[in-house]
């Protein structure tokens, strides 16, 4: 949970580093509260308000750490809208994101692991 306070926190920071398990356990968390709050809305027969307002509140978050995620990568923040091709975009998007850190500093900050 501390990682998805941590992306929370910092959801307008788009420079730096973000490590693969901060990107990945704050996508799992988002993922795990997107779907409850989804069930809620089915079972009680409520208006999408509620998980719209959830997906809306975390997208800035969710970009700002994607971006970072990025530049741990090596990669500018820009090839996140690679994901916008369809399939084979998304693939590489999730590559690049799954992709462990450069070891050492690069232009966007010292590595994160240490």
């Not at 997107?34 to 009680?44: A, F, H, K």
């Not at 990669?75 to 690679?82: H, K, N, P």
Request: hydrophobic share 45%.
């Amino acid at each position: 949970m501390q990682w998805y306070l941590k992306v929370l926190k910092n959801y307008i920071v788009f420079k730096g580093r973000a490590r693969c398990k901060e990107y990945w356990m704050f996508f799992l968390i988002d993922l795990i509260i997107s779907t409850i709050l989804e069930r809620i809305e089915t079972v009680g027969e409520f208006d999408p308000l509620l998980s719209v307002s959830y997906h809306l509140a975390t997208l800035l978050p969710y970009f700002a750490v994607a971006t970072r995620r990025l530049h741990d990568t090596g990669r500018s923040g820009w090839w996140f809208l690679i994901g916008l091709i369809p399939i084979i975009g998304i693939i590489i998007l999730i590559v690049f994101l799954c992709q462990d850190s450069e070891p050492n500093s690069n232009k966007y900050g010292s590595n994160p692991k240490h």
